[in-house]
């Protein structure tokens, strides 16, 4: 046998043992990417659920990486700092105080990203319908109605500078607000909560808009799964909304 011949087998039989090993590697590098109190749940919809208004890339990049990294740097600041991960999201982010130094603007940037995103995954869905019954009713007594509910959301989205985010609150009572925050912060921070929000750094929709955030705005009201939202509105009247 050349010696030529005898690398190439060398080669093939090296690529044969790498393919084998390729799913328990990548099963194993979920699995250390999982481990620690904070979960990142899987979406409730396929990733192309949502095209043509966002594409299945971007979803797939947005929620299997960018969610995935605060999840699992929260799981690092919690193997030094159990309790970050002994109290509801909302009583952490609503203290911020009570977190120690070292640790204070990491918890307050994952922290909020993973409370960001998971609302923003659950709000979403195809065939979404309409506002409808006290959540409709809230929507016209306090933002004027639907028409005007987007208009300025979408305003106030386009004016984030840089990355940020754009939320409708909802108050103890019932109140809605459309308000923004910047980075990974959350309403929780102020003690209120999101009702809904929509992610306005570039990563969310880069891939299909480009700089063209207006329309993306515009594109993802097309997204929003109304029952959710609804189901949402009803636990925060409760005081039983988690993120």
Known sequence: ???????????????????????????AQAAAASAGPFKLDPLGYPANALEPHIDAKTMEIHHDRHHQAFVTN?????????????????????????????????????????ANHTMFWRIMGPNGGKPEGALLAAIDSDLGGMEKLQTDFNAAGGRVFGSGWVFVTVS???????????????????????????????????????????????????????????????AAKAGTLDV
């Not at 093939?12 to 090993?21: I, Q, Y």
């Open 1 to 27: 046998m050349t010696s030529i011949s005898r690398r190439r087998l060398m080669f093939t039989a090296t690529g044969l043992v790498v393919a084998a090993a390729a799913p328990r590697m990548a099963f």
């Open 74 to 114: 929260l799981n690092n600041f919690a193997k030094d700092n159990p309790q970050i991960a002994g109290k509801p999201v909302g009583e952490v982010l609503g203290n911020l105080g009570a977190v120690p130094d070292a640790i204070r603007t990491g918890v307050r940037n994952n922290m909020g990203g993973h």
């Open 172 to 234: 103890k009572d019932g109140k809605l607000a459309i308000e923004t925050r910047p980075n990974q912060d959350n309403p929780m921070m102020d003690g209120k909560r999101a009702l809904l929000g929509n992610d306005v750094w570039e990563h969310a929709y880069y891939l299909n808009y480009q700089n063209r955030r207006a329309d993306y705005l515009k594109a993802w009201w097309n997204t929003v799964n109304w029952k959710a939202v609804g189901e949402r509105y009803a």
